[in-house]
């Protein structure tokens, strides 16, 4: 689609997106992430920028992805990195939308040195838990401000995708969540893939079908309902 085919009504919002893994650092060669394109992430900036938003765009670790034009982009590494740039960007923002995949947990001490092989079995890792910065968004209750967040979900022997994203929507309290269909029977993996499907929950208790289709076009459908929110 051209961007001049595009509504351009999220002129003059402010807009903060998440996108990428964070990666948690073991030794100062080594770090635990995860494997998130960023591509989700990207396609809501891009997206946003070309409805008239002023974009800032926090990204962790990503595939290698063109900066979408007329966005800002702050890198970051760790969770705490992207925690900062994110509450620091969403203090002025209408919209934050939480697409990264942030680890839950970080190594509890990082060594100051390359951890080496030696000659006998190696230590476990002992972990602890991430900030969630969602939770912070949601605590800071900025009047006017909307906070979106992200599920992937594969549901379970008793649990479908569905019921798994209205669960976690009303304990994260944001005003929306993105629910990803991972896995499960087709073996579709959204994090690799260029389409993503799911649904997109309101906390008003609204849900809305994304169907399989280009992680631009579920870009698209988000923001439909974040401007409409808005207005
Ligand atoms: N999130 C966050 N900070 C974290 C963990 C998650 O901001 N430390 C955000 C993600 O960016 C996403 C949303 O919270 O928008 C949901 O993430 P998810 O991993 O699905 O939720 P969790 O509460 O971590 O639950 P779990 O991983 O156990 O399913
Ligand atoms: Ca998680």
């Given amino acids: 689609e051209a961007p001049d085919a595009l509504p351009r009504d999220l002129q003059g919002r402010r807009v903060v997106v998440s996108a990428g ?7 100062p060669v080594r770090t635990l992430g995860n494997r998130s394109s960023g591509r989700q992430g990207y396609a809501l900036a891009r997206v946003a920028a070309q409805r008239g938003a002023h974009v800032t765009l926090v990204a962790g670790s990503t595939a290698a992805l063109d900066p979408p034009a007329a966005v800002e982009v ?4 760790t ?3 992207m925690r900062t740039a ?3 960007a969403g203090k002025g923002a209408d919209v934050v939308v939480m697409a990264a995949a ?3 947990f970080r190594p509890q001490s990082v060594a100051g040195f390359k951890i080496k092989k030696g000659d006998t079995e190696p230590d476990a890792i002992r972990l602890t838990r991430n900030p969630d910065i969602l939770a912070e968004l949601v605590a800071e209750r900025v009047p006017g401000r909307l906070v979106v967040g992200f599920a992937a979900e594969t549901g379970d022997a008793e649990n479908d995708v569905l019921s798994f994203g209205r669960a976690k929507l009303e304990r994260k309290g944001s005003d929306f969540l993105v629910v990803n269909a991972v896995g499960g029977r087709t073996g579709h993996n959204a994090f690799e893939s260029a389409d993503n499907e799911g649904w997109l929950l309101g906390a008003d208790g609204s ?3 994304l169907p399989m289709g280009s992680k631009a076009a579920l870009a698209a459908r988000v923001w439909d309902a974040v401007a409409d929110r808005l207005a």
Avoid: I
Avoid at 21 to 27: C, I, K, Q, S, W
Avoid at 74 to 77: L, N, S
């Fill in 79 to 81: 969770t705490e990195e």
């Fill in 74 to 77: 702050v890198r970051v590494g």
């Fill in 86 to 88: 994110v509450l620091d």
């Fill in 207 to 209: 849900s809305v079908q």
């Fill in 102 to 104: 942030v680890a839950d």
């Fill in 21 to 27: 893994g964070t990666a948690e650092p073991l030794d």
